[in-house]
């Protein structure tokens, strides 16, 4: 009987660690350089940017201790509100906007034309362009003397100042975000086109329904986890938008009269240019809050359009 019991015992907890280290040993192994670049790259500085955002910190000097005192000041500081302003605006024009004109290339470059892989190369190259050349070259085709303006003025039109009126700058710099970040959502969309089954198109044709119709309800629904992602993602990279900003706006200032002034801009501005890294802190946990707000909005939301969620 002692015998049966010693055999059918279960095994204690440290001959399970036991058994699962040596079985999963490699795996861990392989893992562990990700995770510690992720612990000392992001965990750490998210640790301490949130300790700094309660000091007073000119890099130069002691951090001194000021509690709520930045935060406070993020209701109060009219160019704080001004700039979370232009980042709301850059992100409601910029995401629906990269959305439909994607979707759209998306469709066309799902077709069977000449050329194709040439022109699905050269929607993506804007992607990989380094920022500073792509704002160089806008700079110039926008400029007084540019094309755009030499084109108006060829036609009897008068001359805009794109990105030194307060009317247009900040527009014209969420239209050339579009523009550059175009060709990711179109590789995504066409990606998730390319998996809609032919036969279900097929069978909607048979039942008599429109390209329309077939668009709207079988492909539309099936391609929804593509555009859920390209959307949450979409609105976290419009919220941050710095380096079109730093590049395009005027004297890299963020002008004119801070028009095109955003929240990753005025971080910056905050941290590097004024010293004061415990506002800037502070600001970027602000922003942070903000994001995970929308971004748990908009996964409570998908339950209601996205296929295949209950």
Same mark, same amino acid.
């Given at each position: 009987?002692? %015998?049966? +019991?010693?055999?059918?015992?279960?095994? #204690?907890?440290?001959? !399970?660690? !036991?058994?699962? &280290? +040596?079985?999963?040993?490699?795996?861990?192994?392989?893992?562990?350089?990700?995770?510690?670049? /992720?612990?000392? &790259?992001?965990?750490?500085?998210? %640790?301490? =940017? &949130? =300790?700094?955002?309660?000091?007073?910190?000119? @890099?130069?000097?002691?951090?001194?201790?000021v509690g709520l005192q930045n935060y406070a000041k993020l209701f109060t500081d009219p160019t704080t509100v001004k700039v979370f302003g232009n980042t709301?605006?850059?992100?409601?024009? $910029?995401?629906? @906007?990269?959305? %439909?004109?994607?979707?759209? @290339?998306a469709l066309a470059l799902n077709q069977k034309i000449k050329g194709l892989a040439f022109f699905r190369t050269a929607y993506y190259i804007p992607v990989v362009a380094a920022s500073v050349a792509v704002s160089a070259i806008w700079?110039?085709?926008?400029?007084?003397?540019?094309?755009?303006?030499?084109?108006?003025?060829?036609?009897?039109?008068?001359?805009?100042?794109?990105?030194?009126?307060?009317k247009y700058a900040l527009t014209t710099i969420t239209l050339v975000d579009v523009w550059k970040n175009l060709g990711f959502n179109v590789v995504v969309f066409l990606a998730a086109l390319q998996d809609v089954p032919e036969e279900l198109r097929d069978a909607a044709r048979v039942d008599g329904a429109s390209n329309m119709g077939i668009f709207r309800n079988v #492909? @539309?629904?099936? /391609?929804?986890?593509?555009? &859920?992602?390209?959307?949450?993602?979409?609105?976290?990279? $419009?919220?941050?938008?710095?380096?079109?900003?730093?590049?395009?706006?005027m004297k890299h200032e963020g002008g004119p009269? +801070?028009?095109?002034?955003?929240?990753?801009?005025?971080?910056?501005?905050?941290?590097?240019?004024?010293?004061?890294? =415990?506002?800037?802190?502070?600001i970027s946990f602000g922003l942070m809050a903000i994001l995970l707000v929308l971004t748990i909005i908009q996964w409570q939301m998908r +339950?209601?359009?996205?296929?295949?969620?209950e």
């Open positions: 009987m002692e %015998i049966t +019991r010693s055999i059918d015992a279960p095994p #204690t907890f440290s001959q !399970k660690l !036991k058994r699962n &280290f +040596r079985k999963y040993f490699w795996g861990y192994f392989f893992v562990l350089p990700s995770l510690l670049i /992720i612990v000392l &790259f992001k965990l750490v500085p998210l %640790i301490v =940017g &949130f =300790g700094i955002s309660f000091s007073n910190w000119s @890099l130069l000097s002691s951090p001194e201790f709301s605006y850059y992100s409601a024009i $910029s995401v629906p @906007l990269n959305l %439909i004109f994607s979707l759209g @290339l700079v110039w085709l926008l400029s007084n003397f540019g094309i755009l303006n030499t084109f108006l003025t060829s036609i009897g039109l008068k001359s805009v100042n794109f990105l030194q009126d307060t #492909t @539309l629904p099936l /391609i929804s986890p593509a555009i &859920f992602f390209t959307a949450v993602m979409g609105v976290i990279g $419009s919220l941050q938008a710095f380096d079109l900003v730093y590049n395009m706006s009269a +801070r028009a095109t002034s955003t929240v990753g801009f005025y971080v910056w501005q905050n941290a590097f240019k004024y010293s004061k890294m =415990g506002y800037a802190a502070a +339950r209601k359009w996205v296929y295949g969620e």
